[in-house]
């Protein structure tokens, strides 16, 4: 596929597949339909080409000023580059540099995300551990060990310490036993901690400024003619330390070697000021210490070399990788199911999970006739309508049409067209605490609503309009209109997307034909019309552009647990792609959601809800259970021919599929799918 694709490449672009060094002056871009897509894709989807010239005009003009910074870690700007996939790169040398810079981020987590999302893999804190610390194999690795380390304690493997394995000191003695008899290795005891120390003639007057009150058995042979200062000893034998722990405090390499846990500090800071360190939290124990956050080393703050820790950090990510192997379509369709409360014993039951249930569905438009008989109802165990009223009658619920209909928008070649009141008309709730997200979409009474609307139609939104939120008695008394006409005029209004009410009960009452005929005749005829006010309905445009995105994205975490592109072929209410990629990426930079590679066989970012990965890994390992689950058409699970294979299934409320294992098996209607969708 690769191949085609570059033969295709070199046929419609041939600069790009000649040698650059051979082409003179500017690379023409060839005016082709290929071409054409792939410039525009990049300039406005995956890049904002307009913001960029704006910014750049910009700062041209004056009206931005650019000030220079020193960091000490990368801006948050420069962390996508950083984390650029492998293939950004020709060769492995940048990739192995970027690797190592992007372990500088954890710097700047906040806590929080370090104990989840961020926290590294204690397996691999402790494989890096086992692979540093010397594989000693004769009596001259031994001697390399000692004349790097300067000095190691005789009882290392007595003290054990969570910074380094096991030492082997017992291999190493005999080992030693023979270099002191060649004379190229002491012992030498600390009077001020009575320990005894092996160390390397060629380090002898570097121990002696570390360790002034020590004495030698047998004074080694004097190899080092040029002793260092006490600070360069002490800084080359931490950083000699260091290149064989893992993650350590500066009181437990004290503990360690003996030394004052202040002067290792100050060798620490060195040796992070030349970039060979990292200071922070790696390890369980330190996270769950919680030091404040201060500039000097507190007792948790941890210190690891930084080769160390990139190799912490590379099989961290191999571990997560290899966690979230992505599953099939098939699988995912399956758990899908399940997160949405439509598979057997998955079901919510009563007016909190009704709740629920709606705060998982919001925004998503359904046919005004099938919310509760055909999804509601395959969601909540022994569905009561009263529940679905008592939200919306206490505010906590909303409902109404986000899409414009056809026929409030400019007339259309044909001619002009008419809003028709039906009873699949679209519809769609909202948890009115988390409706940010309806900000985008502009309020429908600022657009020419009138346009297609009866004269009645247009007498109650105007009446509404000027004495806001009515009771239907006086709607009727306002407009001095019959009440089947108020009816009809309502139905139309909502059908626009124009009206809402307090409760959902009166909406049953112009969906229900029975309830819509009403008694008697005339003005004094009593329609079975339901308690509560219509209002116009409104969407607050004061909220900011990024909040409301950021909201959609959660309102799609909370739908579908994971997202990416091709799932949200049925979503025509969301922004562009482009914004919603932008938040989803803030919101894995905060660590609150997970970016990866989650469902096989779609191109593109996936992002979730770390809850939902640890289900999907759950779900994953349960054997198939040859279920039959039955869907209606209408329902947001109808992802036929968008998630798994199939010819997609028109929307309507009449029509249903049935799913077997995550694999659409049937369609058709809904009175002959072989398993009843709900029992009205």
Known sequence: QRMRSDDLLASVFPDVA???????????????????????????EAMDVEGLKNLLCGMDEGRIRC????????????????????????DDAPLEERRARAVQMRQ?????????????????????????????????????????????????GQRPTDAMPAAHITEWSGYF?????????????????????????????SFALLFPDADFEKTPAEIE??????????????????????????EELGNLLGLSSSEIEKALLRMEASGTILRGRFTEKALTARAPAQETPSPQQEWCERRLLARIHRLTVATLRKQIEPVTAAQFMRWLLRWQHVAP?????????????LRQLQGFEIPANAWERQVLSRRIANYDPKWLDQLCMTGAVGWGRLSPHPATLEDSAAGKRRVIPTSVAPITFFVREESDWM?????????????????????VLEFLRHRGASFFADIVRGTDKLKAEVETALWELVAAGVVTADGFDNLRSLIDPKRRAGQGSGRISRPRHSSGRWALLYADPAVERNRAVEATCWILLKRYGIVFHDLLAREPNLPKWRELQMAFRRLEDRGEIRGGRF?????????????????????????????????????????????????????????????RDGVAVQDGELQSVPQAIASD
């Open 345 to 357: 014993g998955s079901q919510v039951q009563g007016e909190r999970a009704t709740l629920d249930v």
């Open 225 to 250: 003619t040029t002793p260092p200062s006490r600070e360069d000893a002490l800084l080359a034998m931490i950083t000699g330390w260091m290149t064989h722990l893992g993650p350590a405090t500066a």
């Open 439 to 459: 900000s985008p979409h502009h309020p429908v009474v600022e657009q020419p609503e009138s346009r297609g609307s009866s004269d009645g139609a247009r007498q």
């Open 108 to 156: 700047i987590l906040p806590e929080s995300v370090l104990e989840e999302v961020g926290k590294l893999d204690p397996a691999a804190i402790a494989q890096v551990r086992e692979e540093a610390w010397p594989d000693v194999r004769d009596a001259d690795e031994l001697h390399d060990v000692l004349h790097t380390l300067i000095a190691v304690p005789e009882d290392l």
């Open 599 to 659: 469902v096989d066989g779609f191109l593109g970012e996936q992002f979730a809800l770390p809850v939902a990965v640890e289900s999907l890994r759950a779900t994953r390992k349960l054997p198939p259970t040859g279920e039959a689950i039955t869907v209606s058409a209408a329902d947001p699970l109808n992802l036929v021919g968008i998630l798994v294979p199939g010819d997609r299934v028109p929307a309507i409320s009449g029509k249903a599929v049935v799913f």
């Open 177 to 205: 036993a023979r270099l002191v008899e060649e004379g190229r290795t002491g012992v030498a005891t600390s009077q001020a901690n009575h320990r005894r120390y092996w160390v390397a003639a060629e380090r002898e007057r």
């Open 18 to 44: 000649a040698c650059q060094e051979n082409i003179p002056g500017d690379i023409q871009i060839p005016n082709h339909p290929l071409v054409d897509e792939v410039m525009k894709d990049v300039l406005t």
């Open 67 to 90: 000030i220079a910074v020193d960091t000490p870690v990368p801006s948050q700007f420069s962390h996508e580059i950083l984390n650029a996939n492998p293939y950004a790169y020709l």
